[in-house]
């Protein structure tokens, strides 16, 4: 069965800090990896991702994918506390059915 | 607990009938979100619905479209005379009070 797992699910760090979100996933015909970042309403889009060891970059935000382990991995530093929010992982499936499973997301808190 | 369940997962339209999509969300959660995914797009809000109220549909298109959430039974996000721009994958994400929110696997509508 297909599926995205984030961890952890939740965090909780102090400004300034770094920190890495984590998402593995067992897809069959793996198209693309989407980071969204969730604060009140609709997701806001990070990244895409589709091949392996390239690393995408968007100020104090980057990603980067591992088609042969299955994971990627979310790095944000210098956290702010406008970087607060859930963070979503969903992975694109390259088939018939054409799927997008999301992960049930972390919440990162970030304290002044 | 199961999960946000969405149906069906595919629908197929004509131009001009009408695509009725279900979204049961998970036990317990009195808020539902609609989204529209385009290709090679994020996701794109489209209206918040509590049980038995629209609280923002903001981002639904003015004329063909409408969402409800009745008290007993899933939420229906309805377009009526469908045109081949509405093809897109619709997603449904549930959540307690206004807090994380959790995706369905989506509904895939295509509108020959």
């Known amino acids: 069965e297909d599926k995205v797992v984030q961890s952890p699910l939740s965090l909780v760090v102090h400004e300034g800090d770094t920190v890495t979100l984590n998402c593995s996933y067992e897809v069959t015909n793996f198209r693309s990896l989407l980071w969204y970042k969730q604060e009140k309403k609709a997701p806001t889009f990070l990244f895409m991702l589709t091949s392996s060891g390239i690393e995408k970059k968007s100020g104090r935000l980057s990603s980067i994918l591992d088609k042969k382990e299955l994971f990627s991995i979310l790095n944000i530093t210098a956290t702010q506390t406008g970087d607060s929010a859930v963070y979503l992982c969903?992975?694109?499936?390259?088939?018939?059915?054409?799927?997008?499973?999301f992960g049930k997301g972390t919440r990162l808190h970030i304290l002044p | 607990n199961a999960g946000v369940m969405q149906n069906p997962r595919h629908l197929v339209r004509r131009r001009g009938q009408e695509a009725r999509l279900r979204c049961s969300p998970m036990k317990g959660h009195s808020h539902v979100y609609w989204y529209r995914q385009l290709p090679e797009e994020g996701l794109k809000f489209m209206v918040y619905l509590q049980k038995e109220n629209i609280i923002d549909e903001s981002g639904m298109p003015k004329e063909r479209f409408s969402a409800e959430f009745p008290k007993e039974g899933p939420s229906i996000l309805r377009i009526q005379q469908v045109v081949r721009g509405d093809s897109a994958a619709y997603f449904c994400?549930?959540?307690?009070?206004?807090?994380?929110?959790?995706f369905g696997p989506g509904t895939r509508l295509t509108v020959t």
């Open positions: 994400a549930s959540s307690l009070q206004d807090l994380k929110q959790y």
């Open positions: 969903a992975v694109e499936a390259r088939n018939r059915d054409d799927k997008i499973i």
